[in-house]
């Protein structure tokens, strides 16, 4: 199941993260939601309340599998400004079970900037497993950093980026905004497509991004500027290319190992197959 979030902010409980998307597979949380950081009756761990880091980091963009404009959050991690503003869907599709879609925009949560996701599920009978293309395409009249986030569970077994590991000394990746809580673990750059596959359980998952001109990338990991041990931690893929306007087009899918399956697209919409707790809250849309 693939679930994409684009609706109203949510008051006190909402993230900053329109246009952000999970995906399950066999009933595990394959790109995951980092939730809320708060440790649920475990009184040790501030009386098992919201802790710090809920703040500083779960309900920051960068913590969320989105597009992050100019290393700040959106509406610049202000709820009342959050509130004023919502995404909108732009179309959705679930009536061929082969190849079901949804679409959302989110243009006024970034000044300046329109962000818009589209977002297939497709089940190809000539593929062992379904497949998540993603088209994420950004616009702006200047220029700006985007930061395309990919947080994952499991372990990185290959890719084709050439990267240097930061293995004498490891930085945050910056200052706010979520970004000090992300140790940079190592760099590197791409001119063209980017592959990677990680194994989470018993099972392959592999991403191939589509690309233009150069990007930088980075791999990190949740964890820094953490002194109490809050944060639990967990990888994450962010890909930098710059330009005043870009479209980043992504493949997610599944190898091997288990029986065949099904994956969902998702958001508020009513389907036929059951859904985790998490695919009702908000406004979101998914396919199955």
């Keep these: 199941m693939l679930l ?11 993230h900053f993260d329109k246009l952000h998307f999970i995906f399950f597979d066999s009933g595990r949380e394959v790109v995951p939601d980092y939730g809320f950081s708060r440790w649920i009756n475990i009184e040790p761990k501030f009386g098992g309340r919201y802790l710090p880091e809920n703040d500083s980091y779960a309900m920051q963009t960068i913590a969320h599998n989105t597009v992050t404009v100019d290393e700040t959050s959106q509406n610049s991690a202000r709820e009342t400004q959050a509130e004023e ?30 962000m818009e996701r589209t977002m297939f599920l497709i089940d190809d009978s000539r593929l062992p497993r379904p497949v998540v293309v993603d088209l ?11 930061d395309y986030a990919l947080h994952f569970r499991g372990q990185l ?4 980026v050439k990267y240097e590991s930061n293995v004498t000394r490891q930085e945050p990746l910056g200052k706010s905004f979520g970004y000090q809580h992300i140790w940079r673990q190592a760099d590197g750059t791409v001119d063209g497509p980017l592959r990677m596959t990680w194994l989470d359980g018993n ?18 990991r949740t964890g820094a500027n953490d002194p109490n041990f809050n944060l639990t931690s967990e990888p994450m893929l962010l890909v930098r290319p710059k330009g005043a306007r870009r479209a980043v087009r992504v493949g997610y ?23 985790p707790k998490a695919c009702r809250l908000g406004r979101r849309d998914r396919v199955e």
């Design 4 to 14: 994409m979030k684009y609706g109203v902010h949510g008051e006190g409980h909402g």
């Design 157 to 160: 077994i290959a890719t084709d």
């Design 136 to 146: 994420f395409r950004v616009s702006s009249r200047t220029s700006h950093t985007y």
């Design 85 to 114: 503003v919502w995404g909108e869907r732009h179309f959705f599709d679930k009536s061929n079970p082969a190849v079901q879609v949804m679409s959302a925009r989110a243009d006024r949560h970034n000044p300046g900037v329109g």
């Design 253 to 275: 899918r599944a190898s091997r190992i288990l029986q065949r399956g099904r994956g969902t697209v998702a958001g508020g919409d009513s389907l036929d197959s059951p859904c």
């Design 203 to 220: 099972r392959y998952y592999s991403v191939a991004m589509a690309g233009g001109s150069s990007s930088d990338v980075i791999f990190g």
